[in-house]
Structure formats: structure tokens, C-alpha cells
């Protein structure tokens, strides 16, 4: 007995070493980053936010200030708050340095404190300082409530239920929720709009596909803690309607916005919409297994690369503009593209040159956009990393510090393979077992061929897609 189990041992492990060979290649880069710099930014980074743009006595964190850290601007934008919780989570996670979990909480914290409306329910777009809603003196901007705010801040207070297991939360995350689905859900068209006043009435009939993105994928990770079918029915119809309506088959990106009568009004290529398609699709995919958003989110990605790539400087262009490129780089909007396909590699739905360009566009944050003088990255740059803006805002040093996160010491595609491994046991163990099955004298033809079929559409699916 003892031969044939090692000669199915044998058939068995060859066919692992086979499907492993073809998966592997997905989680393999040529290209390598510096660590030591990474770690160095990402502390130079955070002292920079610290010093400069963390309101100590208030809490929270101002949106902006000058090149030299000076005349900061102290309006409180709750979706700042919110990616810089998510962020300084993500830092503590990976570090286990407690600072970054104060800072994370006391983003939270104002957020919750502060910019939540407890009369009409949803968060406001800014404040002042001290949280304040009444003393911000620009027209409509304290009290309207962006449709992306909402989701942005259900991202942040997913991530803190997660780590915290607060049911306290719960309930705000549901209330947000149901104030996008109340207020700011076009029913007719299936879709957000951009945003509403305070008590959500006058929704601003436009739609912007970067906010629904971002709703999409705040949306199925409320799904994924509450498991409420009607959170993937509002996907299901939004997602749909990009499809259908924002979406250029031709060049292969979505449009920026639209009206209310499914007409396309902004039709620019946004890096930013792109990275943002590319989160929520990938995120859908995972949930659904759709193949459809799977083929979307492969030709986004080429299509990224093909348009918006700098070959001469590495990096991404910010957007291209009636078929012109603007030769702008924007450090967040890099930032969040390294974080799209860091998502699509950890999900394993990407291939081995979207990595190269990863660690090239990570290169070029950390060695052309840092500044060396008085620390921190500026609004806007141009393609070969000259500053074109003074100021530096909050966001871009956040964004830059979310993205570093994820690459540690134990390396950005070490985590892949051990995800994988049980997997290609799997598949291995199929076909292992479809190849001795096949030579059943008791299948015919047809049903040879269809157990090869449908084998391979799920290798198409779960390996290929790689």
C-alpha cells in the first residue's frame, strides 16, 4: 500500500507546486523600497501633524498651515478627523506605539464630540476650533453635510468598533447611515447626491462618482458588522448606475460627475475617482465574487497606467483634462493610489507589474515630494517634485502616513502568501482529485468536459485573477 500513497502524494504535491508557481507570481515585485526610510517618515511624518496641526487642547486636527509649520488654519473638517483616525489606528496596529493610538482616538473622540448633528442626525462638514458650528464664518460650508463625509465617517467608526468591540458605536454608525438613505438617496435614479443642508433638505442634485465609490465601500463594511441585506441593495443600484452612466467604455475610466438626468457633466480621468472605483470594486468583488466587477477593476488599472503613469518621473498625474494631461501631483491623491493597489494586492486581484508601480510611486513620495527643510509634503506638485503650493495640508500628510502603514519591516507582500497558502491547497486538492477522476470509466465525454469547465472558470476566478 505504501507506494500508491506516496505516488498520490507525489501526483498531489506536484499539482501544489504547479498552482503555487502560476500564484506566486502575483505576489512577487522586483522593485524594492527602502524600510529604514519608510519608518523614518513615517515618524518625521507624524511629529510634523504633532507639532504643527494637532490642536492639543481642543483635540482633533486643524485642516492646514504654512511650509514652515506656522499660521495654521483651525477649521476642523470631520472627514480629516475621520481618515486620521483611520490612519493612527493603522499605525498602532502595525507599530504598537501608544501615541498613535491617542492620536487616533482623539480624532474620534472630537469627531463623535463635536461635528455629529443630534438634532438632525449626520455629521457636519466643518467647525471651528473649539467645535463650534455657529462660529464659522463661510457661508454654507459649516452646516451643509457631504454625502463622502457620511461615509468616511462610518469608515472610521468601523474601524474603532473593530478594534474596541464598542457597542456604543453601533448605533451612530446606524444613524448615519440612515440619514444617507434618508436624505441624501435619489430613489428616481438610484444614486447619492453630492449634499444636503443641515436638516436635508435642498440635496444638491449632482452626482460625483468619487463620493458614491467611497459610500459604496463604507456601505459594505457597515454590511459586514451588521449584516443587513439592504446595505448591497444600496450598493447593488448605485454601483449599477456608474456602470451605466459614468462609466467611458472606450478609454476605460470613470467620469467625475453627472446630473440628475443620468447625463455626464465632468468627464476629466481623476486619478482620484479611479483609486476610489478601484477601492470599492475590489471590496465588492470579495463580497459578491462577481466577475463583472473583477474585469472593471483590471481595466481601470490598465487603463491608470496607460494614461496617468509619469515613465520620465515616476509617479501619477492627478488627472487628465479634455485629453490633456494636467501635469500636477497632489501627495494624498499619490497616496491613495498606493493604497488602492496595495488593497487589490492583498486581496490578490492584481498582477506583478501594478507592484512595481506601487514601490516606484512609493519611492517618489518618500525621496521627491518629502520636504527635507522644514518637514511634511505640500499641497501640490510639479511632475518632477517642485512645489508648487506653500501651504501644507492636513489630508496629504494623513493620506501619506495611511499608505507608509502598510509597508513594515516584515515587508508588503509577506502577508500575501500566508493568506494563500490554504488556498492553493485547495485548489490543489481538486485538481488532483478531477484529474483521477477523469479516468472514471463511468463518466462519459460531456461530463469530462464539464467538470474541466467549470474547473477552470473557478481558476480563472480565484488563481488567474492574480
Known amino acids: ?178 440619514f444617507l438613505f434618508q436624505k441624501l438617496w435619489d430613489e428616481n435614479n438610484s444614486i447619492f447626491y453630492k449634499w444636503t443642508e443641515r436638516d436635508g433638505s435642498n440635496p444638491l442634485k449632482i452626482v460625483l462618482s468619487y463620493y458614491n465609490f467611497w459610500i459604496i465601500t463604507a456601505l459594505i463594511k457597515a454590511y459586514r458588522i451588521f449584516y443587513n441585506s439592504q446595505y448591497m441593495e444600496y450598493v447593488n443600484k448605485t454601483v449599477n448606475y456608474l456602470y451605466a452612466n459614468l462609466w467611458n467604455s472606450t478609454s476605460q475610466y470613470f467620469y467625475y460627475s453627472g446630473d440628475s438626468y443620468r447625463t455626464p457633466i465632468d468627464k476629466s480621468n481623476y486619478l482620484i475617482v479611479q483609486s476610489a472605483a478601484l477601492i470599492a470594486l475590489n471590496e465588492l468583488y470579495l463580497e459578491t465574487r462577481n466577475i463583472t466587477h473583477y474585469l472593471f477593476i483590471q481595466n481601470i488599472t490598465k487603463s491608470i497606467i496607460d494614461n496617468l503613469w509619469d515613465s520620465r518621473n515616476n509617479g501619477f498625474f492627478d488627472l487628465i483634462f479634455q485629453n490633456t494631461t494636467q501635469f500636477s501631483k497632489n501627495p494624498s491623491i499619490q497616496a491613495a493610489a498606493i493604497y488602492a493597489y496595495i488593497n487589490l494586492n492583498l486581496s490578490n486581484t492584481t498582477q506583478i507589474s501594478y507592484q512595481n508601480y506601487t514601490i516606484a510611486t512609493l519611492n517618489f513620495i518618500l525621496k521627491s515630494l518629502w520636504d527635507s527643510v522644514s518637514s511634511g509634503y505640500f499641497y501640490e506638485y510639479l511632475p518632477n517634485g517642485t512645489s508648487m503650493s506653500s501651504e501644507k495640508w492636513l489630508i496629504d500628510q494623513i493620506w501619506v502616513l495611511y499608505a507608509l502603514s502598510f509597508f513594515d519591516s516584515d515587508g508588503l507582500f509577506s502577508f500575501n502568501l500566508l493568506i494563500i497558502i490554504p488556498e492553493l491547497c485547495i485548489f490543489a486538492l481538486l485538481f488532483f482529485l478531477i484529474c483521477r477522476n477523469l479516468k472514471m470509466k463511468s463518466l462519459n465525454g460531456n461530463q469530462k468536459t464539464f467538470i474541466l469547465q467549470y474547473f477552470g472558470k473557478m481558476v480563472y476566478i480565484e488563481i488567474f485573477s492574480y
Not at 498552482?19 to 507570481?25: A, C, F, M, P
Not at 519608518?39 to 494637532?54: A, E, P, T, V
Not at 504598537?96 to 473622540?109: K, M, T, V
Open 1 to 178: 500500500m505504501y507506494p500508491k500513497y506516496f505516488k498520490s502524494f507525489l501526483s498531489f504535491f506536484i499539482c501544489f507546486l504547479l498552482i503555487s508557481s502560476i500564484h506566486v507570481k502575483g505576489v512577487t515585485s522586483n522593485l524594492e523600497y527602502d524600510n529604514f526610510l519608510v519608518n523614518q517618515r513615517i515618524q518625521d511624518g507624524s511629529k510634523f501633524i504633532m507639532n504643527n496641526l494637532y490642536d492639543g487642547k481642543d483635540g482633533g486636527f486643524y485642516i492646514s498651515c504654512e511650509s514652515d509649520g506656522n499660521n495654521p488654519i483651525t477649521l476642523k473638517y470631520s472627514s480629516f478627523q475621520a481618515f486620521s483616525a483611520l490612519a493612527f489606528y493603522n499605525l498602532y496596529l502595525n507599530l504598537h506605539d501608544q501615541l498613535y493610538w491617542n492620536l487616533a482616538e482623539s480624532a474620534i473622540d472630537f469627531l463623535i464630540g463635536n461635528l455629529w448633528d443630534t438634532s438632525y442626525l449626520g455629521f457636519y462638514h466643518c467647525s471651528d476650533r473649539s467645535g463650534n458650528i455657529s462660529n464659522v464664518e463661510s457661508g454654507k460650508l459649516p452646516t451643509i453635510k457631504d454625502s463622502a463625509y457620511q461615509s468616511w465617517a462610518i469608515l472610521a467608526l468601523v474601524k474603532s468598533y473593530e478594534l474596541k468591540n464598542n457597542k456604543e458605536i453601533l448605533p451612530l454608525i446606524n444613524q448615519t447611515l440612515t
